[in-house]
Structures are given as C-alpha cells and as structure tokens.
C-alpha cells in the first residue's frame, strides 16, 4: 500500500531550511564581498566579485593573537574542569556521608549565582592576587563558574552506572581508585563529553571576564578582538562576519567529534 505524500510536511521542511539557511548565506557571502559591494548592493544579493580580503584582514588585524588566547584559556578551562568535576562527581554519588551531600548542595547554588553579581568583587580578587590583565586571571573563574553545571551533569551520568557493577568490582577486592578509572570514567564517557563541550563553549564564547579583566592587546580574545572592526566611520561588517566565521570554526569540529555523546549525556545516557 503506497503511502500518500505529506505535502504539509514538505513545505515546512522548505520553509524551516529558508528559516535557516538564509541567515548562513548572508553570513557566508557577506565574508566573500567588498565593503563597497555589500553597503551597495544589501546583504541578501550575491556577490559579483569574491574575494578573501576579509579573511587576511582578520589575521592581519591580530586575530591570530586572539584565537590564540582564546585556544589557551579554553584547554585550560577545560583541563581544570575534567581535573576536578569526575573525582567530585565519583565522590558525590558514591559517598554516603553528610559532606558530600552539602558540599553537592553547595556546588548547586553556584547555578544560581550569575557571573555579573559576583563581577566588581571578582575583579579586586583577581587584582589582589596579581592576575590582572593575565590570561590565568581568565581562566580561573571561567572554570569556577563551569564547575557547578558540569558536577550536576556528570554526577548525572555516573548515578545510571549500575550497582551491581560496583559490587562485582568490591568482591575482586578492586579499591575506590581502581573503581574509578577503570569502570566509572569509561561508563561515564557521555557524561564527560558533555562537561568538556559545555566548558569549552563557555570559555570560548566568554565575553565578561575577559572585557572586565583584561586590556592589552597581548591578553586579548576573540570576543574582544572583534571590537577593532568597529570604527569611527561605521563597522566593517564583512570583515566582522569573517572573523566570526573563523571563529565559529573550532566550536563546529568539537560539536562534530562529540556531538552524539553530547546528545546521550545531555538526555542522561551517560552511563549506559
């Protein structure tokens, strides 16, 4: 029996890939234009000229200094993160005493705590401790303020670890360490995949921290470098759109590498 076509369907298929793909079109062809060409001829027609001006002009402008910046303080970010959340999380689902349950509690709280309220205090730490206009005077409270989502996320995907593995372990006689690295972080890679995507988008896409900070050139990110395309006379906008095409790039490949683990600890697969 032949099935009839969903022509309801198709249409909104079509209608939801012009939704989103004409936005990626002006973006894309906006960085392949003159400044003349696109103030011009508007953003939406096609350009007669390409040209990859915008894309050196980026680098010339230092963005290969702030993408540079920007790669430090994310592995960082991320390092410091997978360096504490998965013995926190172990510790967390495992423990069975009061402290670890409010020090859980404690991590939570963080989640409510947005980074603006804490700025001006966060600002005279960082300046009393001499990390001020510092890469690392980033990266410590990009990496606290990820902290308390990914403990809830792993803790997450580590509660679906069965028990009765945990049991088998404990009558080899395996100790909490052995437990650790050779059952839970291999069952937890969903979960893990999932901390690493969240903290490493929130380092890359930092804006506060880094404006608040930092000011020379040499401690600079993406997110403020995209300020010099800015001018008096007006803003670049096709040399602005590529440098964010650029920037976009690495944030695409670690989605496409982990995305289907992402997707399994996002919907609380981690452990299965």
């Not at 804006?207 to 470098?225: A, D, N, R």
């Amino acid at each position: 029996m032949r099935r009839r076509p969903n022509y309801l369907a198709g249409a909104g298929s079509i209608v939801w890939l012009v939704v989103v793909g004409l936005p990626l079109y002006v973006m894309l062809a906006a960085t392949l234009r003159t400044r003349e060409d696109y103030a011009g001829k508007g953003p939406v027609s096609f350009p007669d000229h390409f040209t990859l001006d915008n894309y050196t002009g980026a680098f010339d402008s230092g963005f290969g200094r702030y993408f540079l910046n920007t790669i430090i303080v994310t592995v960082c970010v991320v390092g410091v993160v997978l360096l504490l959340v998965p013995p926190l999380a172990y510790a967390i689902v495992r423990s069975r005493s009061r402290i670890a349950s409010q020090i859980f509690r404690l991590f939570l709280l963080g989640l409510a705590i947005p980074a603006q309220a804490v700025i001006v205090p966060m600002f005279y730490l960082i300046s009393e401790a001499g990390l001020y206009d510092n890469l690392l005077g980033v990266i410590l409270p990009t990496a606290a303020f990820c902290l308390p989502m990914s403990a809830l996320i792993l803790s997450g995907a580590m509660r679906d670890i069965s028990p009765e593995l945990f049991e088998a372990m404990t009558m080899d006689g395996a100790s909490p360490r052995r437990m650790f690295f050779q059952l839970v972080v291999p069952l937890s890679r969903g979960g893990l995949s999932t901390i690493v995507v969240f903290s490493a988008l929130q380092a890359w896409n930092g804006f506060l921290f880094p404006l608040v900070l930092t000011q020379s050139e040499e401690t600079k990110v993406i997110t403020l470098g995209l300020y010099n395309f800015q001018t008096a006379h007006g803003i670049d906008i096709p040399g602005l759109l590529g440098a964010v095409t650029l920037s976009m790039v690495p944030v695409l490949l670690v989605y496409l590498f982990a995305r289907r683990a992402l997707v399994q600890g996002l919907m609380g697969m981690g452990g299965k």
